[in-house]
Nanobody, 129 residues
Framework: VQLQASGGGLVQPGGSLRLSCAAS????????IGWFRQAPGKEREAVSC????????YYEDSVKGRFTISRVNAKNTVYLQMNSLKPEDTAVYYC???????????????????????WGQGTLVTVSS
């Protein structure tokens, strides 16, 4: 299993970036995919998750309305479109596989990182003027 996160960089507050997570080595459309981030000196936190079909998406409260997760299963890729970026969004962003088609059970989201098996190497997002 390989996950390659890319698309990070330096952006001014209010700007946008689109992160990509390219996957290989497994049946991509059998897995939910999550995005996590880790800011300097802080614990890693869940940002978003998308079900295997793309039919269900979930967001951490601080990014709702600004970030959009999507996937193209034909390309084995998940995207995270990030708009209206804030300095507090600065972090290393990781994508990870959840070994099930859903992000949780009974329609809920399980954001705990121990429920995610394989992780990409991370891409750095810096929001600064």
């Amino acid at each position: 299993v390989q996950l390659q996160a890319s698309g990070g960089g330096l952006v001014q507050p209010g700007g946008s970036l689109r992160l990509s997570c390219a996957a290989s080595g497994f049946t991509f459309d059998d897995y939910a995919i999550g995005w996590f981030r880790q800011a300097p000196g802080k614990e890693r936190e869940a940002v978003s998750c998308i079900s295997s079909s793309g039919g269900r998406t979930y967001y951490e409260d601080s990014v709702k309305g600004r970030f959009t997760i999507s996937r193209v299963n034909a390309k084995n890729t998940v995207y995270l479109q990030m708009n209206s970026l804030k300095p507090e969004d600065t972090a290393v962003y990781y994508c990870a596989t959840r070994p099930t088609t859903q992000c949780g059970s009974y329609g809920s989201w399980h954001p705990d990182e121990y429920e995610y098996d394989d992780w990409g190497q991370g891409t750095l997002v810096t929001v600064s003027s």
